[in-house]
């Protein structure tokens, strides 16, 4: 268990700073350039353990199964980490994209019960929903069009990225959140690279240092390590202990942006964490937990 608590930890500092740090480089690098190489460096970190996990275990994955994690891959990837890094690109601080970004998990609810059967609308799910609006909500500033651009973008993001994750626990229970995450992250970044390149859209790595180091760090820790954590504080404390991730990763994201962009968070960036963290907490809770 105190192990668990570790993993999500160190998950949740990661997973932090991917809006803040992808700033950093956003106008030398294109949101699709920069979504592509993350997740292809990030599967290198996923497919080997994926593969001994598939050999130890000897699960058999068939074509329908590599189907699934294309379609899957398209969903999360092509679609909806795509339109995430074009909200940061665009907005005035990745602060209020991430926790908007954060409420996918409030989402999800609405995709839960509609693709899984056993999933159903309670009360504390109602009061997730309402808290995970309103702290949206607050995080839009109706007078700046270029910030309710972004955030109209982050919250298609978090849709998309909430019906993956419905999606994923309908489909892809056999496989298990490794190797389905490892076949989602590759052929999700090929088929983004085929779309780049048919749309004649340059995804060529970095070459200034300071960007390459950027990429690097996005590919092989917030990406590839992050994740990899992630399922080992499933595997050592359960989804529960996991979820602290994401529980945790809007708490923390002013003072992230704040250290790493410089960008002093005002008083709706706290109300709308408040929201969003009681939202996420409602939508996750379980009355023997």
């Given at each position: 268990?105190k192990?668990?608590?570790?993993?999500?930890?160190?998950?949740?500092?990661?997973f932090?700073?991917l809006e803040p740090?992808?700033k950093l480089?956003?106008?030398?690098?294109?949101?699709?350039?920069?979504?592509?190489?993350?997740?292809l460096i990030?599967?290198?970190?996923?497919?080997?353990?994926?593969?001994?996990?598939?050999?130890k275990?000897?699960?058999?994955?068939?074509?329908?199964d590599?189907g699934?994690?294309?379609?899957?891959?398209?969903?999360?990837i092509c679609?909806s980490?795509?339109?995430?890094?074009v909200?940061?690109k665009?907005?005035?601080?990745?602060?209020?994209?991430?926790?908007?970004?954060?409420?996918?998990?409030?989402?999800?609810?609405?995709?839960a019960?509609?693709?899984?059967?056993?999933?159903?609308?309670?009360?504390?799910?109602?009061i997730?929903?309402?808290?995970?609006?309103?702290?949206?909500?607050?995080?839009a500033?109706?007078s700046?069009?270029?910030?309710?651009?972004?955030?109209?973008?982050?919250?298609?993001?978090?849709?998309?990225?909430?019906?993956?994750?419905a999606?994923?626990?309908?489909?892809?229970?056999?496989?298990?959140?490794?190797?389905?995450?490892?076949?989602v992250?590759?052929?999700?970044?090929?088929?983004?690279?085929m779309?780049?390149l048919?749309?004649?859209?340059?995804?060529?790595?970095?070459?200034?240092?300071?960007?390459l180091?950027?990429m690097l760090?996005l590919?092989?820790?917030?990406?590839?390590?992050g994740?990899?954590l992630?399922?080992k504080?499933?595997?050592?404390?359960?989804?529960?202990?996991a979820?602290?991730a994401?529980?945790?990763?809007?708490?923390?994201?002013?003072?992230v942006?704040?250290?790493?962009n410089?960008i002093?968070?005002?008083v709706k960036?706290f109300?709308a964490?408040?929201?969003?963290?009681?939202?996420?907490?409602?939508?996750?809770?379980?009355?023997?937990?």
């Amino acid at each position: 268990m105190k192990k668990g608590i570790i993993y999500a930890l160190i998950t949740a500092i990661l997973f932090v700073t991917l809006e803040p740090v992808s700033k950093l480089v956003a106008n030398d690098i294109s949101p699709f350039a920069i979504t592509f190489w993350r997740f292809l460096i990030g599967s290198f970190i996923l497919v080997p353990p994926a593969i001994a996990k598939i050999k130890k275990e000897k699960i058999h994955i068939t074509l329908k199964d590599i189907g699934l994690m294309t379609a899957l891959g398209i969903l999360f990837i092509c679609i909806s980490m795509v339109l995430l890094q074009v909200a940061v690109k665009k907005a005035d601080s990745p602060s209020l994209i991430a926790i908007i970004f954060s409420s996918n998990s409030v989402f999800t609810i609405l995709f839960a019960m509609i693709f899984i059967k056993e999933e159903r609308l309670t009360k504390n799910k109602l009061i997730a929903l309402i808290l995970g609006i309103l702290g949206v909500i607050i995080c839009a500033d109706f007078s700046s069009g270029t910030n309710l651009g972004s955030v109209t973008l982050a919250i298609l993001a978090a849709l998309s990225f909430s019906l993956y994750t419905a999606l994923s626990q309908k489909y892809m229970k056999k496989l298990g959140g490794l190797i389905q995450s490892s076949g989602v992250f590759l052929s999700g970044s090929i088929v983004l690279l085929m779309m780049l390149l048919i749309l004649k859209i340059d995804v060529s790595m970095p070459v200034k240092m300071y960007d390459l180091t950027i990429m690097l760090y996005l590919g092989l820790f917030v990406t590839g390590t992050g994740y990899a954590l992630y399922f080992k504080a499933i595997e050592k404390g359960g989804a529960i202990m996991a979820s602290l991730a994401f529980f945790i990763k809007p708490i923390l994201t002013p003072f992230v942006t704040f250290f790493i962009n410089e960008i002093v968070p005002d008083v709706k960036v706290f109300i709308a964490v408040a929201c969003i963290v009681a939202a996420s907490y409602f939508s996750a809770y379980r009355k023997n937990n």
